[in-house]
């Protein structure tokens, strides 16, 4: 539904739904999404919301569905939207369900950091390195200063008997990172 489409009524529920959020009262929040949910069914607002407010809570099965609603109804509103439900799929352990989910939110965002990451450690948890060292080369691509997607690409390397690639990491690190690549050299027992 257009910006135009939305009622009064809708901007006071959304208001009021934002306020509770600042003031951390969620459980009023999720009513006031259900409410708004109840008047406008697929809004993309109030699905992203309480999807995010029922994550929070542990009720990750809900925050799926609603983040899966959310995908459906509006496929091409937000890499985020992808990324948010990829991300609650990888954490229940539904790899299989979270690599298109990723792969979408690059699609949609080429460079989102963050879900080339997940997609990396998704595609590391399946055994596919293959496929894990391209998403991971993508993640050091966009965030090369953060340790996080090195350390897991040097792993993957290690894991394909790469050992030569997993020292070059190791150098790499030391330039920056000298604590990740220490602990890398105790783990692996390369030395750069």
Same mark, same amino acid.
């Not at 993309?44 to 109804?73: C, F, K, N, T």
């Not at 953060?146 to 350390?151: C, K, L, R």
């Given at each position: 539904?257009? /910006?135009?489409?939305?009622s /009064?009524?809708?901007?006071?529920?959304?208001?009021?739904?934002?306020?509770?959020?600042?003031?951390?009262?969620?459980?009023?929040?999720?009513?006031?999404?259900?409410?708004?949910?109840?008047?406008?069914?697929?809004?993309?607002?109030?699905? *992203?919301?309480?999807?995010h407010?029922?994550?929070?809570?542990?009720?990750?099965?809900?925050?799926?569905?609603? *983040?899966?609603a959310?995908?459906?109804?509006?496929?091409?509103r937000? *890499?985020?939207?992808?990324?948010?439900?990829?991300?609650?799929?990888?954490?229940?352990?539904?790899?299989?369900?979270?690599?298109?989910?990723?792969?979408?939110?690059?699609?949609?965002?080429?460079?989102?950091?963050?879900?080339?990451?997940?997609?990396g450690?998704?595609l590391?948890? /399946?055994?596919?390195?293959?496929?894990a060292v391209?998403?991971?080369?993508?993640?050091?691509?966009l965030?090369?200063?953060?340790?996080?997607?090195?350390?897991?690409?040097?792993?993957v390397h290690?894991?394909?008997?790469?050992?030569?690639?997993?020292?070059?990491?190791?150098?790499?690190?030391?330039g920056?990172?000298?604590?990740?690549? *220490?602990?890398?050299?105790?783990?692996?027992?390369?030395?750069?």
């Amino acid at each position: 539904m257009s /910006l135009k489409g939305h009622s /009064l009524g809708y901007w006071r529920l959304k208001l009021q739904a934002m306020t509770l959020l600042v003031f951390a009262r969620n459980a009023g929040a999720e009513r006031t999404f259900d409410t708004m949910l109840s008047l406008w069914p697929g809004d993309a607002y109030a699905l *992203a919301s309480r999807a995010h407010v029922l994550a929070e809570r542990g009720a990750r099965d809900l925050a799926i569905a609603d *983040a899966q609603a959310l995908v459906a109804r509006h496929p091409q509103r937000s *890499a985020a939207d992808w990324f948010n439900l990829a991300y609650l799929l990888e954490e229940a352990g539904r790899y299989d369900e979270a690599i298109p989910a990723f792969r979408r939110a690059v699609e949609l965002d080429p460079k989102l950091d963050r879900a080339w990451y997940g997609l990396g450690l998704t595609l590391i948890r /399946l055994q596919r390195l293959d496929e894990a060292v391209e998403a991971l080369k993508h993640n050091t691509q966009l965030q090369p200063m953060s340790p996080y997607g090195w350390y897991q690409l040097a792993r993957v390397h290690l894991d394909r008997h790469e050992p030569d690639e997993t020292r070059k990491i190791i150098r790499h690190l030391h330039g920056f990172e000298p604590k990740v690549a *220490a602990q890398l050299e105790r783990e692996t027992g390369l030395a750069p």
